[in-house]
């Protein structure tokens, strides 16, 4: 076991933790380890948003706190262990310097805007004393400043500029070989110096932090933590292997299994307790091994990790991503304000099944598959409320394990038609019966997620109000007082936005005489892959919708 150090004149290396939960394919670990020579010292700071951002719910908390568990347990196997400290970074690292000599600061860097004022005080606060600062790429599979300045100094405006970029930037990073930290020092941090950081003796709890399990509506589904997220990776490359085998890709999208989350390894990217780069290349190189070297893969196979990165780098430069009237690339649509239609979609009281069960697994399981997502933000959005996006982004934000700052706001701006997408095109959405139907087409999502309905027979489950009142008095559920009448009709409601937005994409084209400006999918195949949709699901030619 190797000591641990708590002489005060020795320097320490910091290794800051935010995203990037994990000791595999680390390279700020790396740079904290160094040649061995000085000890390390592992730091979490719940400053209030760090990792989670200030939208966040309990599921989202109690997976943090899991990862950061796990990554103690890590330490712990080889004499150290993570000390959890509450405070403002600045604040926490000037406490620090008063009793340890900090040589160097080492960090994960997160690029996206949210987190940008904190970093640069801490960078300041490290020029003003003297702390060599070191910031590596851990969460993307190429650096998103790199790719901005390649791109002439702003960011590729279409997926496949983006794509083009990256080639000029050449292949992402393999992952580096795992570190062995057998004779690794670990800095020691007395009891008072603890208790003046306002650190915790170990991991807090989310009730500790002052999260409160939802009452009656959680269920542990993802456990969070690295050596979990190795295991559900394990289990994706033998799906991904046996698709290849199978002539096919993309797993989780060919296939949407809405039921069993834990094949998703969303939550486990979006803290780093899986390296994205381990998981490109090992796609890319299990796809060489089942086709014995002859067939090189494509970027095809991992498209969503490059849609992942596009979003990356979309926001890294732009303060306002997450907002729609001051972020550049984001139409103003006139969005209706009806804080009692946004209650009920937030509560799941839409009286549309499919959008309220889904609504329902994102509260208890923090987690609901893309199908659902787009059926979710389709209908606040274009398809049905009318509803500014941004009301969605921090539903999703809150609620969701996976919340990814970039990769949500960049999806519901897809989806609202804001942006991403062909200017206010609302000539395709998503119904929810129709589109539900042929997701489950027994209906069994929903009645695990609004056992209320658990009775209906197959044919009015989605359309409960349908079903005549003797069969709703057979299932126990009368509509209309045990489960709500739709709160709108989709029908309607989905002409009347297509009315709206080829109003509002008329006067904008008046006013500007050219298409407002905004990214934009490369062409229809893109869109449709995107969505993760077939043919079957846009039969109103999403082809003429979005060329
Ligand atoms: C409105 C809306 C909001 C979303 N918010 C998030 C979010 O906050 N965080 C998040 O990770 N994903 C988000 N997604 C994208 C997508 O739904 C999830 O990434 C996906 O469901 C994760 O499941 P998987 O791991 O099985 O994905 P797979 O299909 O197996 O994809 C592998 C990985 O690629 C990335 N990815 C997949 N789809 C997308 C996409 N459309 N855009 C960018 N990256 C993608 C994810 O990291 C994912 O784990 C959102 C989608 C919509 C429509």
Not at 73 to 98: D, M
Not at 229 to 249: I, Q, V
Not at 270 to 294: A, N, P
Not at 409 to 423: L, P, Q, R
Request: glycine residues 6%; aromatic residues 12%.
């Amino acid at each position: 076991m190797p000591e641990k150090s708590s002489d005060t004149s020795t320097p320490v290396n910091i290794l800051w933790f935010r995203h990037g939960l994990r000791i595999h394919d680390n390279k700020s670990l790396e740079k904290a380890v160094g040649d061995k020579s000085l000890p390390i010292l592992p730091l979490y700071i719940f400053d209030g948003e760090t990792t989670v951002s200030k939208m966040c719910g309990y599921n989202k908390m109690a997976f943090l706190v899991e990862c950061l568990e796990d990554l103690d347990q890590s330490f712990k196997k080889f004499g150290g262990k993570l000390i959890c400290v509450k405070g403002k970074p600045t604040e926490v690292l000037a406490n620090l310097k008063k009793r340890l000599t900090i040589s160097s600061l080492i960090f994960d860097q997160d690029c996206e805007p949210i987190w940008k004022e904190r970093d640069d005080k801490v960078k300041k606060w490290c020029e003003i004393n003297d702390v060599n600062v070191e910031e590596t790429i851990g969460a993307t599979l190429w650096d998103p400043l790199e790719i901005i300045e390649t791109n002439g100094g702003s960011p590729p405006i279409t997926y496949k500029q983006f794509v083009h970029v990256t080639k000029a930037v050449g292949e992402p990073p393999k992952p580096i070989p795992d570190i062995d930290l057998t004779d690794v020092e670990f800095a020691e941090i007395e009891e008072n110096l603890l208790v003046k950081l306002h650190g915790f003796p170990t991991v807090p709890t989310p009730e500790t932090l002052g999260y409160t399990k939802p009452e009656g509506i959680h269920q542990k589904v993802f456990k969070g933590g690295e050596t979990k997220a190795l295991e559900y990776f394990h289990d994706r490359m033998r799906r991904e292997r046996a698709s290849f085998e199978e002539g096919s890709f993309l797993p989780n999208r060919r296939n949407p299994d809405i039921y069993f989350p834990t094949k998703s390894l969303s939550p486990d990217l979006k803290f780093g307790c899986i390296s994205v780069r381990l998981f490109y290349w090992s796609v890319m190189e299990t796809f060489r091994d089942v086709h014995d070297g002859t067939r090189n893969p494509s970027d095809a196979l991992v498209q969503q990790l490059i849609w992942r990165e596009f979003f990356y780098a979309m926001s890294a430069e732009n303060p306002y991503y997450g907002e729609m009237e001051r972020n550049p690339i984001c139409i103003n649509i006139p969005w209706y304000k009806d804080q009692k239609a946004l209650e009920k979609f937030k509560a799941g009281q839409t009286g549309y099944p499919f959008v309220d069960a889904g609504i329902q697994q994102m509260k208890v399981e923090g987690w609901v598959h893309h199908v659902i997502r787009n059926c979710l933000s389709m209908f606040l959005t274009r398809g049905d409320l009318w509803l500014n996006w941004e009301e969605g982004f921090k539903i999703f934000m809150t609620y969701l394990i996976d919340a990814d700052f970039a990769v949500c706001a960049g999806n519901w701006m897809w989806v609202s038609s804001s942006a991403f997408e062909k200017a206010l095109n609302s000539n395709f959405s998503l119904d929810p019966g129709t589109y539900g139907r042929r997701v489950d087409p027994y209906g069994k999502y929903i009645k695990k997620f609004i056992p209320k309905l658990k009775n209906y027979p197959v044919e009015y489950v989605y359309e409960p109000w349908t079903a005549p009142i003797e069969i709703q008095e057979e299932a126990g559920c009368i509509i209309g007082k045990d489960y709500p009448n739709p709160m709108i009709n989709h029908n309607v409601a989905f002409r009347r936005n297509a009315r709206e937005m080829n109003n509002l994409a008329k006067s904008l084209l008046e006013k500007f005489r050219e298409e407002p400006i905004h990214v934009k999918p490369s062409n229809a195949e893109e869109a449709k892959r995107f969505l993760g949709l077939n043919d079957e699901d846009c039969p109103r030619s999403l082809n003429d919708a979005r060329e």
